[in-house]
């Protein structure tokens, strides 16, 4: 499964616009219900964090060829916060957090949605990226 280049390069845009939107939801990191719901990962330390991983993925949107390793990276760190935010539901309820504020009850809801949709973008974009290079290294020993 071949994604074109531009489709990619809008695909990592996206994952930090995502990302991003953790300002909305966190009001500027003052929305204490999402620390108080899960102080180990969404403390404000960790909502900066989601924005810093958001500003990596646009950084290396239109050179992401470069960097098929770190594609690796956020691929793993997306299956992280897919796999927190499992355990996460799991362990809570979200009708509890909305009767507390709505924005964190929508953080909630949607953050590892978000991880996973974009977990499989990574790692669609990974594979590719090792495919297209092990044919490169197979061209390249055919025609010394």
């Known amino acids: 499964m071949m994604i074109k280049n531009t489709t ?10 995502m990302n991003a939107s953790v300002l909305i939801f966190s009001r500027f990191f ?11 990962a969404m403390s404000n330390f960790g909502l900066i964090m989601i924005f810093i991983w958001g500003l990596a993925y646009t950084s290396v949107a239109k ?16 299956l992280i916060y897919g796999c927190i935010w499992v355990h996460w539901l799991l362990n809570n309820t979200i009708s ?4 507390k ?5 929508i953080f909630y809801a949607m953050y590892g949605v978000n991880d996973w949709i974009f977990f499989i973008f990574f790692l669609v974009v990974f594979f590719q990226l090792l ?3 092990n044919n490169e290294y197979r061209r390249a020993a055919k025609n010394p």
């Open 63 to 78: 050179k992401y060829c470069e960097v098929k390793w770190l594609i690796g990276v956020f691929a793993l760190e997306k």
């Open 96 to 99: 509890e957090v909305y009767e």
């Open 8 to 17: 990619i390069t809008k695909g990592f845009i996206a994952a930090g616009f």
């Open 101 to 105: 504020d709505i924005m964190a009850a």
């Open 131 to 133: 495919k297209s290079k």
């Open 30 to 40: 003052t929305n204490k219900t999402i620390n108080e719901y899960d102080p180990s």
